[in-house]
């Protein structure tokens, strides 16, 4: 009989349901899931065998997770990305297998040689983006590598919404975790590649005015999507080997209008991480209207009617932008949480209205068009398109399109299926095939189509 082997989980949260439940369904890998946060992680144990719960703080108990590195003989941490290189020191300390599902981050390039000289994979960016996304689009550009084809454009787009029955708000979107990702994203750079010219988008808002203009979003027009670029998507031609393109651009889907009632908070300052007196925790009480007023510099004791014409006229809010205001009660004189600045203040207001109810479903959406030259007069455009939906009574179509990818690559690390070492990601046929056809196996797959021209 084969030693069982050991697999620790950290973090607890909504990816980790369909991690666990992969990991332990054949019964030869023994789970321990560590979290700060008690109920869920013996949750967890309960609902799936071989598993066992850990209170843990890795902040506060580095010891403590020294030891539980060393106890197994892989990590999946699915904690914030910025803990990561703490976790991967442990790691090549006791020369334990590790993986992620986040993007690397320099402090963990820094750790390759590290790895290598340990002798351990480090497996990143295994979720849905990214993650499938990077499978997908290689199993693609290899193909057509090895049939003599080029790459000509290569343009992408992914997103995670809900189910356009419960995209029932003003920005038609909803929070299964803590909105300050999502909101940062708003308020982003970018910089894209199209037709051999480099376009570069500056911080602080431009992104949600412009994207949907440059992003022509023809694709799936029953959703009714909006795309803004996402980061430096010119670092994609070398990672994916598709210098001969002259389009090169990865976006982000949202339902249409999203990027437009988004600028309406922008303009008015709530998407700012910078400390406002009003918002003290230790200060009096404050109303929503109260603070809009304090940010135009408006007497509080305004009438509604009146702050929305000043909105509309002084601070250049369309219509609609001020309904999506008065609709999300920020208009109203509903107390305010306070967390000393606007953005977390509106994140934390967020995360407990625009969440999901029960028996609501959450929506994954991504799509690659890409663009092959085979000949100088033979010419196809390929697509490749997945959309997930969630269960409405159990695991959402984000945490296993996240999820299901790194507990995959995780069993093919314990069973010797992946031997590389250092920090590696899911590009190499040998790794996204198998995990391909392994998430085809489990509900999880795309669609292809193609046209050419001459």
């Not at 979720?127 to 049939?147: C, N, S, T, W, Y």
């Not at 029955?165 to 910089?191: C, Q």
């Amino acid at each position: 009989m084969s030693k069982m082997k050991k697999a620790l989980i950290l973090g607890a949260g909504y990816v980790s349901g369909p991690v666990v439940q992969y990991l332990t369904k054949e019964g030869n890998i023994a789970v321990t899931v560590a979290s700060s946060v008690k109920s869920e992680a013996d949750a967890l144990a309960a609902r799936y065998k071989n598993t066992s719960p850990v209170l843990l703080d890795v902040k506060r108990s580095k010891e403590d997770l020294e030891r539980l590195v060393d106890a197994h003989d892989v990590v999946v941490s699915l904690l914030p990305y910025e803990l990561h290189p703490m976790v991967c020191e442990l790691c090549i300390k006791h020369q334990t297998d590790m993986v992620t599902t986040s993007y690397v981050s320099p402090a963990m390039q820094q750790l390759e040689q590290g790895a290598i000289a340990a002798g351990i994979t480090v497996m990143n960016e295994t979720g849905l983006d990214p993650g499938i996304d990077h499978m997908l689009a290689m199993q693609i550009f290899d193909e057509v590598r090895e049939k003599g084809g080029k790459i000509s454009s290569f343009v992408s787009f992914c997103g995670g919404l809900p189910a356009p029955e419960h995209a029932d708000n003003p920005l038609m979107y909803k929070f299964s975790w803590n909105p300050r990702g999502v909101l940062l994203t708003t308020i982003n750079g970018a910089k894209y590649l199209e037709n051999g010219q480099v376009h570069e988008i500056p911080t602080g808002g431009e992104l949600m005015h412009l994207g949907p203009k440059i992003t022509k979003v023809d694709f799936l027009e029953g959703f009714n999507l909006e795309g803004y670029p996402n980061r430096d998507s010119l670092t994609y031609r070398k990672l994916y080997g598709i210098e001969s393109a002259h389009t090169v651009l990865r976006g982000t889907l949202r339902y249409r209008g999203f990027c437009h009632r988004i600028t309406g908070l922008l303009r008015l300052g709530l998407i700012n991480s910078q400390p406002h007196t009003s918002l003290h925790p230790q200060g009096p009480d404050i109303t929503w209207k109260q603070f809009i007023c304090n940010l135009i510099g408006q007497n509080s004791e305004i009438l509604t009617e009146n702050l929305k014409q000043i909105l509309k006229e002084k601070m250049g809010l369309s219509t609609t932008q001020i309904i999506t205001l008065e609709q999300m009660d920020l208009l109203s004189d509903k107390q305010i949480l306070k967390k000393e600045n606007p953005f977390d203040t509106l994140c934390h207001y967020l995360s407990k209205r625009l969440v999901y109810g029960p028996g609501e479903r959450d929506l994954v959406v991504l799509r690659h068009a890409v663009g092959i030259e085979w000949s100088p007069d033979k010419f196809e455009h390929r697509h490749v398109e997945m959309v997930c939906y969630g269960d409405s009574n159990g695991q959402t179509a984000m945490s296993r399109t996240v999820g299901l990818p790194a507990a995959i690559a995780t069993r093919m690390i314990l069973d010797g299926e992946i031997q590389d070492k250092g920090l590696l990601l899911p590009i190499k046929r040998d790794i996204y095939q198998p995990i391909l056809k392994r998430l085809a196996a489990e509900g999880i797959k795309a669609t292809e189509g193609s046209k050419f021209f001459e």
